[in-house]
């Protein structure tokens, strides 16, 4: 292909692509002026788990949290500045004014909620280093364990979550996501003192409620059993559909456990079990084991 035939390709994929942009369809928006920047929620998310964290994961040098503080007020203002203004069609609900105001207060409503997230990761981390043999130390589990960095960000996003920011929490979580495999929506309430070991699959929905002492292995699933639809066959937003865990529960590998129903206190959810019921407090529940079929392979391995 010559110079001239790249060109016009390159011209016929770009009027094509400017043919798609001008469609209506909400895929796009070339300016982006609106957009929280996914690079700049990342960054501030990370300064906010140094708050949490000090020294463990430090992204640049502060002279003191303070300075971070202010960082992480102004950097968090301006992205839920900018989500407030995408959700509302680029025009808030209040003055320009009022607005920036609105914002610096959800900022420093998070902000003044640190030192509360500090105390309850705190009951998280000895959770996780009673809870698993392998742990040789809280540093460890700090700067090692995808569960302990996954709720850290979750209880962060959260606080937004409960202050109706939008876009910003679910990207938070996102990202936690995009890290750990572990996938818990800004929704959930979680409890103290809870452990998410190993953690990889793991998906807990909005709705889900998780007490204190709780904890799940990978590849659990606390979902949704079925998604209601109105008159015009529309799913309908915001009704309970995830489970309630009590306190002092345990759910092994692979479990899926479905739909709004109560978890008692006290109750072990065996590995790889389908639950869509409620389960009384101190109920044991396990699967079926599988059945193996086995036979003797010729001397010197498979194919001789």
């Known amino acids: 292909m010559n110079r001239l035939e790249k060109k016009n390709a390159l011209d016929s994929v770009h009027k094509n692509l400017q043919e798609s942009y001008a469609d209506g369809f909400g895929v796009n928006d070339a300016g982006g002026d609106s957009l929280p920047r996914r690079s700049e929620v990342i960054a501030v998310t990370e300064k906010l788990l140094e708050l949490i964290f000090p020294g463990f994961d430090r992204a640049g040098t502060y002279p003191s949290a303070l300075v971070l503080l202010g ?9 839920i500045s900018r989500a407030m203004r995408r959700v ?6 209040c003055c320009e004014t009022g607005c920036s105001s609105r914002c ?5 409503a998070l902000l003044k909620k640190l030192p509360d997230i500090r105390e309850i990761m705190k009951k998280d981390v000895e959770a996780a280093y009673n809870g698993d043999p392998a742990a040789k ?9 995808p569960g302990v960095k996954t709720i850290a960000i979750q209880r962060l996003a959260h606080e937004l979550y409960c202050l109706e920011v939008p876009l910003i929490p679910r990207m938070m979580t996102e990202y936690a996501h995009s890290i ?15 452990f998410i070991d190993h953690g990889t699959g793991v998906v807990i929905g909005e709705t889900a409620i998780i007490g204190d002492n709780v904890r799940i292995y990978q590849g659990v699933t606390l979902g ?5 639809k109105n008159a015009c066959g529309m799913l309908i937003k915001g009704l309970k559909r995830h489970p309630t865990v009590g306190c002092n529960v345990t759910i092994y590998s692979g479990a899926s456990v479905l739909g709004d129903i109560t978890i ?9 079990v389908w639950l869509t019921e409620s389960l009384p407090p101190g109920t ?15 001397q010197g391995g498979p194919g001789k």
């Open 71 to 79: 960082d992480c007020m102004r950097e968090l203002s301006d992205q």
């Open 88 to 93: 509302s069609g680029g025009e808030c609900d």
């Open 104 to 108: 610096d207060d959800m900022a420093l």
């Open 137 to 145: 130390s809280f540093d460890e589990i700090i700067l090692s364990y």
């Open 180 to 194: 750990t495999g572990i996938d818990i929506h800004p929704g959930a309430k979680i409890g103290v003192g809870v």
């Open 224 to 228: 949704a059993g079925n998604f209601p």
């Open 264 to 272: 008692g206190d006290n109750s072990v959810i065996g590995g790889n």
């Open 284 to 298: 044991k529940i396990t699967a079926l084991p599988p059945e193996h079929r086995r036979k003797t392979l010729p």
